[in-house]
């Protein structure tokens, strides 16, 4: 039997659950990518491309799941590079779509003995569609601005999670399995297919400006800015409405001193400049209450750096 451990309130117990990874077997899988490019005009090519990809399956020390299965990936994409003005403008474009098979994911289940478990399991296809625009322009020397902007359309067209008591608490449709854990709680299955992968933004902007002051024949100052946008994603398979992260900017700043050969620095910067803080890791416990980590908060402060 497991042991017990009942908690000081008499609320429950915490079972722990001894268990060795004594799976075997091996994986092995034979990938390819075909390619085609086009150069239009030595400035401006044309590209598509298909590959597949393949992440080994393996085990682990859960009686939850004790195995999982390999993960395949097929990636279509085509796109655009080109250079305009004298190369003081380069303007890249491409659109992908990325298809998965007996995906692997990471979240908490129950075990068949009652013991929450966190497990890596297959769940079935999902896909990866979107493009990206990647801008760079140079009106001098010295200025470098650059732009992109993503679009991501995702979803999970099978992603079938098996749990029980007290780790139901997913928002998606439910049915009972008609299986029991060996200590008769009903095993579950929440069908969450049709809903986006986890931290994938439909949109996302990345902003960024650059700008190099000469001080002397072996000296100059390089300042930089950046922000970034990120729409809503979400952080949690359980779908619940505080685990969607919300749309957030976050900029930052620094100004570097060097010499002209970059042979030593010394740079004073600021991230988050903003200052808010949002979920990073917004994750629902089984027993009626929530837990999350935080992004960074304004941080500033000063590095020295140099090469030998």
């Keep these: 039997p497991n042991p017990v451990y009942p908690l000081l309130t008499g609320a429950g117990v915490v079972l722990r659950d001894v268990s060795?990874?004594?799976?075997?077997?091996g994986f092995d899988r034979l990938t390819w990518k075909v390619s085609a490019e086009y150069d239009v005009t030595p400035d401006n090519l044309l590209y598509a491309t298909v590959e597949t990809g393949y992440r080994a399956g393996g085990f682990q020390a859960s009686s939850a799941v004790i195995d999982y299965d390999p993960e395949f990936i097929t990636a279509y994409t085509i796109g655009s590079k080109n250079q305009f003005a004298g190369n003081t403008i380069q303007l890249n474009l491409e659109a992908f779509w990325w298809k998965y098979r007996d995906q692997q994911i990471n979240f908490f289940t129950v075990s068949d003995t009652g013991v929450l478990s966190n497990v890596?399991?297959?769940?079935?296809?999902?896909?990866?569609?979107?493009?990206?625009v990647d801008a760079i322009f140079k009106?001098?020397?010295?200025?470098?601005?650059?732009?992109?902007?993503?679009f991501l359309?995702?979803?999970?067209?099978?992603?079938?999670?098996?749990?029980?008591?007290p780790r139901d608490n997913f928002n998606c449709p439910r049915s009972n399995t008609g299986e029991t854990t060996t200590d008769g709680s009903p095993i579950i299955e929440f069908d969450c297919s049709g809903n986006p992968l986890l931290y994938a933004p439909k949109w996302t902007v990345n902003l960024s400006a650059e700008h190099i002051v000469p001080l002397s024949e072996n000296l100059e100052l390089v300042g930089t800015v950046y922000t970034a946008w990120r729409d809503e994603q979400w952080g949690g398979f359980n779908y619940q409405p505080f685990q969607l992260i919300p749309a957030n900017w976050n900029s930052g700043a620094n100004l570097t001193l060097r010499n002209a050969e970059d042979d030593w620095y010394i740079s004073a910067y600021v991230t988050n400049i903003e200052g808010g803080r949002n979920f990073s890791f917004?994750?629902?416990?089984?027993?009626?209450?929530?837990?999350?980590?935080?992004?960074?908060?304004?941080?500033?402060?000063?590095?020295?750096?140099?090469?030998?």
């Design 153 to 165: 359309d995702t979803e999970y067209d099978d992603l079938l999670l098996r749990t029980a008591p």
């Design 282 to 308: 917004p994750q629902v416990a089984p027993v009626g209450f929530a837990t999350t980590t935080y992004t960074a908060p304004r941080t500033y402060g000063v590095r020295l750096g140099a090469t030998f």
């Design 139 to 150: 009106p001098s020397w010295a200025t470098t601005l650059s732009a992109k902007v993503q």
């Design 20 to 25: 060795v990874a004594n799976g075997s077997g």
């Design 120 to 132: 890596i399991d297959n769940v079935g296809r999902s896909q990866i569609r979107g493009f990206d």
